[in-house]
């Protein structure tokens, strides 16, 4: 069937944290939110009627991951990817972020370090910090409009030798996060192989956010950090969920993949008695998204990729001093407004105030962030067109003022 992605939803009233906070996060019910992860799209009409028929059962009590939910991951890991996995490999969680917050625990002790790469999706910083570990930051460099890992800081992060390091502290664990939030990078076959053989030469476990690796721009493939050798599969915990892909984040349901029974022994025992199960719903959706979701898929990603050719325009031809770093993959994109000479602060309340946009602060994202912003794109167009327009007013505001 033919989905309409132009059609505008009105979301106001219906408990959605995007549109029914906007008054209290940004200060005016006027103010256009484009900061979170969450797509102003229906879900595929057959997400939609599996849950319905679910919903006519009428008894919701707990709920546990039949073969059949367990089969539609396999299936969707085989069929896009190639990868093989095994039914006992896939732990489920309510959500990746708790996922990452057992992993941490799990796999580090208080006072080991874990490896980051900012600017970096800001909820990694307490599902280490909270479980008394240590940030340490391969910082990505951003070089002729393109964020590249450096590799040779990577190597050092694992040596304990390093100055200022806190007393017998080491980096444990790397949490990747791939495709990158914010900056959409997609990284290739070939720079996963690198960082892989850093992080198993130095005995540490790779866990690997891979929630946006449906949501991928022409020319963008994804690769699955486990698939790569089968060491890499018994160092790694791979975090997949279809809410991203799907629209489905209010149902909290995700896909852990840990081959090491070691290792997800571990993860279970961290996580047991203070995560609870995945709910019904989520894994009703589950199920519909990746049996029956991909007509709906790539009808989306066509259409995001019409968004971002458009913003992309818009920017380069309208609103020059603010550069959009083109993201190969997630349907969030990183602003780089240093050129408007604005302190972070104070970028923040033009967007906000003169704007009236509601972004994410790039300093939210480590302190590489400072002077960007992150707007999301998965809207109708003619949303995102009134973001454009109001943020390119306030940008020849400050032209003025100067």
Not at 2 to 11: A, G, I, S
Not at 302 to 323: A, D, H, T, V, W
Not at 361 to 386: H, K, V, W
Request: aromatic residues 10%; contains cysteine.
């Amino acid at each position: 069937m033919k989905y309409d992605f132009d059609h505008v939803t009105d979301r106001r009233n219906t408990d959605s944290l995007k549109w029914g906070k906007i008054e209290y996060m940004f200060g005016g019910e006027d103010v256009l939110p484009m900061w979170v992860a969450d797509m102003d799209f229906p879900v595929a009409r057959p997400i939609a009627e599996a849950l319905r028929k679910r919903m006519e059962h009428e008894i919701y009590g707990y709920a546990f991951p039949d073969s059949s939910v367990i089969e539609a991951v396999i299936d969707r890991m085989q069929r896009e990817y190639g990868w093989k996995i095994e039914p006992e490999w896939v732990v489920f969680t309510p959500g990746v972020i708790p996922a990452l917050h057992a992993a941490v625990k799990a796999f580090a002790y208080p006072g080991d370090e874990a490896i980051v790469q900012e600017p970096v999706y800001y909820p990694f910083f307490p599902a280490i910090r909270n479980n008394g570990c240590h940030v340490a930051n391969n910082q990505l460099k951003l070089i002729n409009g393109r964020y590249e890992i450096d590799f040779d800081d990577l190597k050092g992060k694992f040596n304990p030798k390093v100055a200022m390091r806190p007393p017998r502290s080491r980096a444990r664990m790397m949490i990747l996060c791939s495709p990158h939030n914010p900056v959409g990078r997609v990284w290739t076959r070939e720079e996963l192989t690198r960082i892989g053989e850093i992080v198993l030469s130095n005995d540490a476990i790779m866990v690997s956010d891979e929630i946006h690796c449906e949501l991928l721009f022409k020319g963008s493939k994804h690769t699955p950090f486990a698939s790569i050798s089968k060491e890499f599969e018994q160092r790694s915990v791979i975090c997949m969920a279809p809410s991203k892909t799907f629209n489905l984040a209010g149902l909290h349901a995700s896909s852990i993949i840990i081959p090491s029974a070691r290792l997800r022994d571990r993860f279970n025992e961290a996580k047991d008695g203070i995560m609870p199960s995945v709910n019904i719903f989520g894994l009703t959706a589950l199920e519909a998204a990746y049996r029956y979701g991909d007509e709906w898929l790539t009808q989306l990603l066509n259409y995001l990729q019409g968004n971002l050719e458009f913003l992309m325009q818009y920017f380069k031809e309208r609103i020059p001093k603010i550069k959009a770093v083109s993201p190969e993959g997630t349907y969030l994109v990183w602003l780089d407004c240093r050129e408007l000479g604005l302190a972070p602060m104070n970028l923040r309340a033009t967007m906000r105030e003169k704007a009236r946009v509601g972004l994410d602060d790039g300093f939210l994202f480590g302190s590489s962030g400072d002077g960007f912003q992150r707007i999301s794109i998965a809207c109708p167009r003619s949303i995102l067109e009134e973001a454009l327009k109001r943020i390119e007013k306030a940008a020849n505001d400050i032209e003025v003022r100067k």
